[in-house]
Nanobody, 123 residues
Framework: QVPLVESGGGLVQPGGSLRLSCAAS????????MGWFRQAPGKEREFVAA???????RYRDSLKGRLTISRDNTKNTVYLQMNSLKPEDTVVYYC?????????????????WGQGTQVTVSS
């Protein structure tokens, strides 16, 4: 099991930016693929972005251009930079870890999940 702790969520005005962080415990972080998902109340969790162990990335089509996922293996941390935020981005964001070598968009490919961090975009 890989404990994951998200941070960086909060309140931001429309058009603003946030950087979410997800810190992982353990010595295997550099071999993990990491993903970000999000979930709005009453809706299914949806894929946002993923990065595999060698830095290949994948993004949700509707969010491309506004997001950047990155990782720092020296800090066991994955980041999600979000720009040009919109009110519809107001959801809980979850970090997830996968032992596959693929930057998967599929929730079931991920083995461990963080507790989530709330992002609220409002004026």
């Amino acid at each position: 099991q890989v404990p994951l702790v998200e941070s960086g969520g909060g309140l931001v005005q429309p058009g603003g930016s946030l950087r979410l962080s997800c810190a992982a415990s353990g010595r295997t972080f550099s071999t993990l693929s990491m993903g970000w998902f999000r979930q709005a109340p009453g809706k299914e969790r949806e894929f946002v972005a993923a990065i595999n162990w060698i830095g290949n990335t994948r993004y949700r089509d509707s969010l491309k251009g506004r997001l950047t996922i990155s990782r720092d293996n020296t800090k066991n941390t994955v980041y999600l930079q979000m720009n040009s935020l919109k009110p519809e981005d107001t959801v809980v964001y979850y970090c997830a870890a996968s032992r596959s070598f693929v930057e998967s968009m599929t929730e079931s490919e991920y083995d461990d999940w963080g507790q989530g961090t709330q992002v609220t975009v409002s004026s």
